[in-house]
Nanobody, 124 residues
Framework: QVQLVESGGGLVQAGGSLRLSCAASARTFSSYAMGWFRQAPGKEREFVASVMWSGNKYYADSVKGRFTASRDSATNTVYLQMHSLTPEDTAVYYC??????????????????WGQGTQVTVSS
């Protein structure tokens, strides 16, 4: 069964940190890319970060230097470590898997499996 389950969201003050986790089934973890996306109220879902099977990592400009994505093959878990959070980072964060493409593509439409999302709220 294909599953992605996020955890680790919550309420944090501006400048704080959070670490999101995404537990994946073995099938989805062997995907070409594991991605993190976010969606704020009234906005489109946007790319945050991805970790390719090769180990290459990609980040949105808005989070570079503050967020770090990683994957642990031993536990089939993907992480998103977030530092220096701002109210603009407030959104529902989603973990996703792209099982079709061996190359980087940040478009949400290219990811075929999604988690249920976890809320991140940053207060000012």
């Amino acid at each position: 069964q294909v599953q992605l389950v996020e955890s680790g969201g919550g309420l944090v003050q501006a400048g704080g940190s959070l670490r999101l986790s995404c537990a994946a089934s073995a099938r989805t973890f062997s995907s070409y890319a594991m991605g993190w996306f976010r969606q704020a109220p009234g906005k489109e879902r946007e790319f945050v970060a991805s970790v390719m099977w090769s180990g290459n990592k990609y980040y949105a400009d808005s989070v570079k230097g503050r967020f770090t994505a990683s994957r642990d093959s031993a536990t089939n878990t993907v992480y998103l470590q977030m530092h220096s959070l701002t109210p603009e980072d407030t959104a529902v964060y989603y973990c996703a898997a792209d099982t079709q493409r061996p190359w980087y593509d940040p478009r949400p439409s290219t990811y075929d499996y999604w988690g249920q999302g976890t809320q991140v709220t940053v207060s000012s």
